[in-house]
C-alpha cells in the first residue's frame, strides 16, 4: 500500500474516498462483501453482453439499413458462432481463457429461455428473451450525447465519411428504385442512419472486450486469485490500457462484399473513441428516465445542456426498478437469468428475498459499475498525470486535484456515491 | 333455524374463551374459523329459503321468556335484517380469517370477537324490542374490551369515549322502548304487537326524538358523532372492520326498524329535519376528512358522511330509497371493511399512516402493488364511481329521494364529488410518488393478508355490475315500509280534519 500522509488531509466533501483513490483503492469499500457482489454481477452482466455486442455488430454489419428490421434480434448462428478476438485459442489478445464462441448459457438460454424449449419466434414474441433494447438505448446515448471528446464522432461529418456511406448505400439498395429514389430526395435521412450503425458497430467492439474482461475476471474470483476491491479494479485498470488501441471501424457486408464505411486504417482506438464516450454518456448522461423526471419545457427539470445531464447509473434511483418509465430495468430482467448462485443465496437473505432480487443485483450493479468507474478514473490518471507513489509533491497534488474535479461530479444529491459506502443500501 | 346463528357464536365464544390449557393462536384461529364458515353456510341457507315475496317476519321462532317483563324470546328475519345478517356473517370469516395469527391472549380475543357477533345477529334478529336492548348492550361490552385490550396508543380514552356514548344511546333506546310499550298499552314488547297508532302526536313526536337520538348517536350523526374517529383510528385493524363495518349498521338498522316501523305517520314530519342532517353529516363527513392527515382518520370521516346518505334516503321514505338504504348499508360495510383493511396493511408493513410520509406504495418490486391497487379500487368504490357496489346503491338513493326532498339530494351529490376529492388526495399521496430509498425496505405483503381484501372487492365487484343481488332482498319489505306509513299519514289528516 502507497502512503498517503505525504499530503494533508483533503478538504473535500468525499475526502475519505479521495484518500481511498490515492491509495491505490476504488470508490467502492474494498469489504469481501462487496467483492463477492460486483464479481458476481460482472458474470450476470456479461452473459447478456456477451448477446448486446454480437447483435449489435449483427445490425450495424448484415441489417443495416433494412427499412423493416422485423428480425434483427434474431442472431444468426454465424454471429453466435463469431471468435471474440479476446478470447479462445486464436485471440488476438487472450483476456479470457473461455470459448470464443457465444457464452454455453447465453445459447442455452437462446433455446430455453425460461418457459421452456420452443421456436426463436415464440420465445420473442412470449418476450422470453435478451432486452436488446437496453444496448440500443446505451448505443442512442451514445449516439446522441456528442462531442464528449475524440475523433470518432467529428469523423462522421467529414466528407469521407459521407463518401463511404454513399457507396454502402447505393450497393445496399441496389435494384431497389423506391428506396434509391428515397436516397436521392433525402440523402442525409440515410446518410445519419449509418452514423447511427456506425455506433452499432462502435458498442458492440467495445462490449465485445468488457464481456471477455467480466468473464476473466468472474474466473479469477472463482479460482481464488482475485481477493480485494483494489485487485478486481487493477485488473480492470490493465485490462484497459492492454486494449487502448485496439481498433475501433465500422465494416458492413453487402451480398457478400466488404463495405469499410470507417476502416481500421483510420486509427480510432477502443480507449478513446468507444470506451470513455461510453463511460461519459451510458455511466454519467444517459438521458432522463420518462418515469422520473418531466420532460416539460416549463417545468426545467431537464437540464438546458447535455454536458449537465446525470442520469446515468451512478446516480440513477434502482428502486422503481420494474416500474413503468425505467429503462434500467431492462437490463436487470436480463441480469436476473444469468445469476450465480452465491448471489441468489445472498439475496435470499436481505430485504424480500427472491421477491425484490430485481432491486437487488440493480443495487449491486451499480456498486459494480461505480468500481469500473474508479478504474476508469485510476486509468485517465495513469494517462495522463503521474503513478500514485510519485516522490515528488508536486506531482501527488496534481494527482489529486484530478481526482477532486473527478468526484465534484458526485456532489449532486442524486449522486448514490454516498450510499453504496454502506452496506446497508440493498 | 334462526337461533342457530346466535347460539353458535355464543357456544362458539365459550368454548374458545374456555378451552383448556395452552393452546397457540394459530389454532384457536382454526377453530374460529370454522366457527364462522359454519355462520356463513347458515346465512347462504337462510337466504336461500328466504321468500323474496314476502315482506313479513320469517323464520319466527317465538317462546315466552320472561312474561312478566313482556320479554319474549322473539326471533325473525325481514328483507331489512337479512342482507345485514350476511354482511355480519362476511364480516366475522373475515376479521377471523385476516388476523390474528400472532395476537395476544387469543382465546379471550377470538372468544369477543364471536361474542360481537352474536350480539350483532340478535340486535338484527330480535322481533322484541327488550330482546333489541339486550343483543344491543351485548355487542357493547365486549367491542369495549377489543379497544381497550388490542387498540393503539390512545386506546383507554377512545374505549372510555366509545362506552360512554354508546352507553348514553342504550339507556335511550330502552327509555324510547319502555315509554312506547307502556303509553300504547300493548299486552308485550314484542315488535308486532305494538301500536303507537293511538297515541297523541305530541307524545310519539317525543317518543321518536328519543329513539333518534339514540340510534343517532350509534350511526353517527353529526353532532353526535366524535366518538367515532377516536374508536376507529385507536382500534386495532380488525376491531375497526367490525365498528365501521356492521355495528355502526345497528344505528341505521334501528333508525328504519323502528323510528320508521313504529311511527310511519310521524316520521312524515321529522322527516325534513332528518334529511337536513343526514346532509349536514355528509357534508361535514366529506370536508372534514379531506382536511385529515392520517389516512385512518381520513377513511373514519368517510364512514360518517357515507351513513349520511342512509338518513337522506330513510327521510324520503319512498320505496326506492329505502331499498336504496338498505344498499347503501351493505355497500358502505363491505367498501369500508376493504378500506380498513387495506389501510392496517398499509400500517403494519409502512409502520406510519402520515399522508406526508407514505409515498410511492404503487411501485411493483419494492412497495405494496396488490395493496394499492384495491385501496385505488375501494377508494373509487367509495366515491361512487359506477361498477362498484356504492354507486349502485348511492345512486338508488339519490333516485330514490330526489322526487322528495330534491335539495338535500343535490347537496349529497356534491359531497360524493368531495369524497372522489379527499380519495384522490389519499391515493396520490399514499399509492402514487416514489419510494424513500432511506426507508423503503417494507417486508412483503403475504396472501393470508391479501386474501380478505380480495373477498371483499369480489363482492364490491360482483354487486356493483350485478345490483339485483344486493337489492332483491329488501324490496317487499321497502314497499311494505312505505305503505304502513302512507295508511297511517292517511288517518292522520283524517283525523286532523
Redesign the interface.
Same mark, same amino acid.
Given at each position: 500500500m502507497i502512503q498517503t500522509t505525504k499530503l494533508p488531509p483533503s478538504k473535500h466533501e468525499f475526502a475519505e474516498i479521495i484518500h481511498r483513490l490515492e491509495a491505490g483503492g476504488a470508490m467502492l469499500p474494498d469489504t469481501p462483501e462487496n467483492l463477492m457482489q460486483i464479481i458476481g454481477i460482472y458474470k450476470a452482466y456479461a452473459v447478456p453482453m456477451d448477446f448486446y455486442w454480437r447483435d449489435l455488430l449483427y445490425i450495424a454489419e448484415r441489417v443495416f439499413l433494412n427499412p423493416l428490421p422485423f428480425f434483427k434480434y434474431f442472431l444468426p448462428n454465424s454471429y453466435l458462432d463469431l471468435h471474440n478476438h479476446y478470447a479462445g485459442d486464436d485471440a488476438d489478445l487472450r483476456v479470457w481463457r473461455g470459448e470464443a464462441t457465444a457464452h454455453p448459457e447465453l445459447l442455452e438460454f437462446i433455446e430455453k429461455g425460461e418457459s421452456g424449449k420452443k421456436s426463436k419466434l415464440l420465445h420473442h414474441l412470449w418476450h422470453d428473451r435478451i432486452n436488446m433494447e437496453f444496448a440500443e438505448a446505451c448505443m442512442r446515448a451514445m449516439f446522441w450525447h456528442r462531442g464528449m471528446g475524440g475523433k470518432f464522432d467529428p469523423y462522421l461529418d467529414t466528407p469521407e465519411y459521407k463518401a463511404a456511406a454513399d457507396k454502402a448505400i447505393k450497393a445496399y439498395f441496389q435494384g431497389n428504385p423506391v428506396m434509391l429514389g428515397l436516397y436521392k430526395l433525402f440523402p442525409e435521412m440515410f446518410i445519419e442512419q449509418v452514423r447511427q450503425l456506425s455506433y452499432y458497430s462502435n458498442l458492440g467492439l467495445f462490449w465485445e472486450v468488457m464481456a471477455a474482461v467480466f468473464f476473466e475476471m468472474f474466473d479469477l474470483y472463482n479460482e481464488g486469485k482475485l481477493t480485494s476491491v483494489p485487485e478486481a479494479m487493477n485488473f480492470i485498470v490493465n485490462g484497459i490500457f492492454a486494449v487502448a488501441d485496439r481498433p475501433i471501424y465500422h465494416h458492413v457486408y453487402i451480398r457478400g462484399e466488404l463495405y469499410e464505411i470507417i476502416p481500421k486504417s483510420c486509427g480510432f482506438t477502443w480507449l478513446f473513441e468507444a470506451a470513455l464516450p461510453y463511460v461519459e454518456a451510458v455511466f454519467y448522461r444517459t438521458a432522463p428516465f420518462r418515469g422520473?423526471k418531466s420532460y416539460n419545457a416549463q417545468a426545467k427539470q431537464v437540464p438546458e445542456n447535455q454536458k449537465d445531464f446525470h442520469y446515468g447509473i451512478l446516480y440513477a !434511483?434502482v428502486?422503481?426498478?420494474?416500474?413503468a418509465g425505467i429503462p434500467p430495468t431492462l437490463l436487470m430482467q436480463d441480469m436476473l437469468h444469468f445469476l450465480p448462485s452465491f448471489l441468489v443465496d445472498y439475496y435470499k437473505q436481505y430485504? @424480500?428475498g427472491e !421477491? !425484490?432480487m430485481?432491486?437487488q443485483l440493480g443495487i449491486t450493479f451499480q456498486r459494480s459499475m461505480y468500481c469500473v468507474t474508479s478504474a476508469v478514473i485510476q486509468a485517465l490518471r495513469q494517462a495522463t498525470l503521474y503513478p500514485l507513489d510519485d516522490s515528488d509533491p508536486e506531482h501527488l497534488k496534481a494527482n489529486r486535484e484530478f481526482f477532486e474535479t473527478q468526484l465534484d461530479r458526485f456532489k449532486r444529491p442524486e449522486a448514490r456515491l454516498r450510499?453504496i459506502q454502506s452496506q446497508d443500501? @440493498? | 333455524m334462526l337461533s342457530v346463528l346466535i347460539i353458535i357464536p355464543i357456544l362458539g365464544a365459550i368454548l374458545v374463551g374456555f378451552f383448556p390449557g395452552n393452546i397457540p393462536a394459530e389454532k384457536l384461529r382454526k377453530v374460529t374459523l370454522a366457527i364462522a364458515v359454519s355462520l356463513i353456510v347458515w346465512t347462504v341457507e337462510i337466504a336461500l329459503k328466504f321468500d323474496l315475496n314476502n315482506p313479513h317476519w320469517q323464520f319466527q321462532e317465538i317462546f315466552a321468556w320472561i312474561p312478566q317483563l313482556g320479554l319474549t324470546y322473539n326471533l325473525g328475519v325481514d328483507g331489512l335484517s337479512l342482507p345485514l345478517l350476511a354482511l355480519n356473517s362476511l364480516l366475522t370469516f373475515i376479521v377471523v380469517y385476516g388476523y390474528g395469527n400472532n395476537v395476544e391472549r387469543p382465546k379471550l380475543y377470538y372468544s369477543l370477537i364471536l361474542l360481537v357477533n352474536a350480539g350483532v345477529a340478535g340486535a338484527f334478529l330480535s322481533a322484541n324490542l327488550l330482546l333489541f336492548v339486550l343483543f344491543y348492550e351485548l355487542e357493547l361490552i365486549p367491542i369495549y374490551l377489543l379497544i381497550a385490550i388490542w387498540g393503539s396508543e390512545k386506546r383507554g380514552y377512545a374505549a372510555t369515549k366509545f362506552l360512554i356514548y354508546t352507553a348514553v344511546s342504550g339507556i335511550l333506546i330502552l327509555a324510547g322502548f319502555l315509554g312506547i310499550t307502556w303509553l300504547s298499552n300493548s299486552p308485550s314488547f314484542d315488535y308486532n304487537l305494538i301500536s303507537t297508532q293511538s297515541l297523541p302526536l305530541i307524545t310519539k313526536l317525543i317518543l321518536l326524538t328519543i329513539l333518534l337520538v339514540g340510534f343517532g348517536i350509534k350511526i353517527p350523526l353529526v353532532p353526535l358523532h366524535t366518538w367515532l374517529p377516536d374508536a376507529y383510528v385507536e382500534s386495532s385493524p380488525p376491531v375497526t372492520i367490525l365498528l365501521g363495518g356492521i355495528l355502526a349498521k345497528l344505528g341505521t338498522y334501528g333508525l328504519l326498524r323502528f323510528c320508521l316501523g313504529l311511527f310511519p305517520g310521524t316520521w312524515e314530519i321529522v322527516a325534513p329535519g332528518m334529511a337536513i342532517i343526514g346532509t349536514i353529516s355528509v357534508l361535514y363527513g366529506a370536508l372534514a376528512a379531506i382536511a385529515q392527515q392520517d389516512i385512518k382518520r381520513m377513511v373514519a370521516y368517510s364512514s360518517i358522511g357515507h351513513m349520511g346518505y342512509i338518513i337522506v334516503a330513510a327521510a324520503a321514505n319512498t320505496p326506492l330509497s329505502l331499498v336504496g338504504a338498505i344498499s347503501q348499508m351493505v355497500a358502505h360495510g363491505l367498501i369500508l371493511a376493504i378500506l380498513f383493511h387495506l389501510v392496517g396493511v398499509v400500517e403494519t408493513k409502512v409502520g406510519t399512516r402520515e399522508l406526508s410520509v407514505l409515498n410511492?406504495l404503487?411501485? =411493483?418490486?419494492?412497495g405494496l402493488p396488490f395493496t394499492s391497487a384495491l385501496l385505488i379500487m375501494g377508494g373509487m368504490a367509495s366515491a361512487g364511481i359506477p361498477g362498484m357496489v356504492g354507486f349502485a346503491a348511492e345512486f338508488i338513493v339519490f333516485q330514490g329521494s330526489f322526487s322528495k326532498f330534491p335539495i338535500p339530494t343535490l347537496l349529497c351529490i356534491i359531497a360524493s364529488g368531495l369524497t372522489a376529492v379527499y380519495f384522490v388526495i389519499l391515493l396520490n399521496r399514499t399509492c402514487f410518488g %416514489?419510494?424513500d430509498?432511506n426507508t423503503?425496505?417494507y =417486508? %412483503?405483503v403475504i396472501w393470508s393478508e391479501r386474501a380478505p381484501a380480495l373477498v371483499l372487492a369480489v363482492a364490491i365487484f360482483f354487486l356493483g355490475i350485478q345490483p339485483i343481488w344486493l337489492v332483491r332482498w329488501s324490496e317487499e319489505t321497502s314497499n311494505f315500509l312505505v305503505l304502513k306509513s302512507q295508511i297511517e299519514i292517511q288517518s292522520i289528516s283524517q283525523y286532523l280534519k
Open positions: 422520473t !434511483d428502486f422503481p426498478v420494474g416500474n430485504c @424480500r !421477491d !425484490d430485481l432491486i450510499n443500501y @440493498r | 410511492g404503487m411501485s =411493483p418490486v419494492r %416514489k419510494l430509498n423503503a425496505y =417486508p %412483503k
